[in-house]
Every structure is written in structure tokens, then in C-alpha cells.
């Protein structure tokens, strides 16, 4: 082999090398677990107005199944009750839930949701209530509420043999599985534009030997 396509194929190594560690790079953060990036009403943030409907966004989409994700509202800290019906809706990346609150005082939204690697995440934060004179308050409840929806579901889930665990084992396994698939593509690609450039390497240099008569112009001859 010649020294200059040595050379040649040492870059093409080089270009593989990077091109992989590329596509490893991007396929770690796809399975990473989702993070809050707002929230409504805001964290910290002071409220003078009924928000009407309590929130959390993530970077990503929700997986959303059996009773892996639910948000609540609790409050004030001097005398926590709890706010709501219990029922929490999952809008892509978003968590929802209606409520209205009651005495002013800092309030707690704590909140647990399934990222789209399938693994659950959960958390809390708080913010200040501080309503106008006139704001109709809501009594709220001593213990926590249970979704009305989720109570006239439960016979069914329970009648069907598939508990939570089996669901997140499937979802977990379903999205390794894609992960995997997607590596395996692009390691596709990288070998693919690998043999496309020798082939090109080869095609503007033909005078230049083969491996083989590289070898055989090289190697010792016997005496004759």
C-alpha cells in the first residue's frame, strides 16, 4: 500500500472515529429523563388571581398511563388543605390539573410524571398566594382527592392482568428497543459513507496497486 493512501484511509479512520462518537453523543440524551422548564402559576411567583388551572411543562413529551402521573395542590403551609378534584391531564409535554385555592399563605404543587424513556420523575415547588379583596376562596379538603375518573377506571384496569409495573416494563423495554435501532442505523450510515469514500479514493488514484501487488512488488525474490 502506497504511503500516500496510507494516509489517505488514516483520515477516513479518523472521519469514522468522529462520526460514531457523534452519533453516541446524540443517542444519550434521547433517553434521558424529562426536566420541569416552567410552570404556571410560577415558581416563587406571587398570585393575586384564582389560577383556574395548575401546571408543570417538561423538555419533552409525557408518557401518559395507569397512575404514573398526577399533580397536586396544597396549601396554605400555616394550615395545608388540599385543592382540586384530583384528576390531572397530560397535554404532550405538560401536566394539568383544575383548582382553585383558598387562604392566602404559600402553596406547594408537588407532581410526579413519566418521562419518555419511561421512567418516573417527581417534584415540587412553591409560590405565594396573596388573593384581591373579593376573591371567592375555595374551601378545599383535608386529605388529598381522588380522582373520580381514576375510581370508576380502577375495575376495569384491575379485570384486564396487567398491573403498572408490566405497563412501565413495556414501555421501558419499547423505548431501549428504539434507542437501539436508531445506533444501529446510523452505525449503518457511518460504515455506508466509509466504503462510498474508498470506492471514491480508488477511483481517482487507479494506476495505484492493489494490497496484493503491493506486496508481491515488495516482497524478496528467489534466486533464480
Not at 113 to 121: C, R, Y
Not at 200 to 218: F, G, I, K, M, W
Request: glycine residues 10%.
Amino acid at each position: 500500500m502506497s504511503s500516500g493512501l496510507r494516509r489517505r484511509l488514516g483520515l477516513v479512520g479518523a472521519g469514522v472515529a468522529v462520526l460514531a462518537a457523534s452519533v453516541l453523543g446524540v443517542a444519550g440524551p434521547a433517553s434521558a429523563h424529562n426536566y420541569p422548564v416552567s410552570s404556571t402559576p410560577a415558581e416563587n411567583s406571587t398570585v393575586t388571581e384564582q389560577p383556574g388551572t395548575v401546571s408543570l411543562t417538561t423538555n419533552d413529551n409525557l408518557l401518559s398511563f395507569g397512575n404514573g402521573s398526577a399533580i397536586e395542590v396544597s396549601g396554605p403551609a400555616s394550615d395545608p388543605r388540599f385543592y382540586g378534584d384530583g384528576c390531572s391531564r397530560i397535554v404532550d409535554a405538560t401536566i394539568e390539573t383544575d383548582a382553585q385555592l383558598g387562604q392566602p399563605g404559600t402553596y406547594t404543587v408537588t407532581w410526579q410524571v413519566v418521562s419518555t424513556d419511561g421512567h418516573p420523575v417527581s417534584g415540587e415547588y412553591e409560590f405565594e398566594w396573596a388573593p384581591a379583596d373579593g376573591t371567592e376562596l375555595a374551601g378545599g379538603s383535608a386529605t388529598a382527592p381522588t380522582c373520580a375518573t381514576a375510581e370508576a377506571e380502577a375495575p376495569a384496569a384491575a379485570g384486564d392482568g396487567e398491573d403498572d409495573s408490566t405497563t412501565d416494563a413495556a414501555a421501558t423495554s419499547s423505548s431501549s428497543l428504539a434507542d437501539l435501532l436508531w445506533i444501529a442505523g446510523a452505525l449503518a450510515v457511518v460504515v455506508l459513507a466509509v466504503v462510498v469514500t474508498l470506492l471514491v479514493l480508488r477511483r481517482r488514484n487507479p494506476d495505484a496497486p492493489s494490497d496484493a501487488e503491493a506486496y508481491e512488488s515488495t516482497a524478496p525474490k528467489e534466486p533464480r
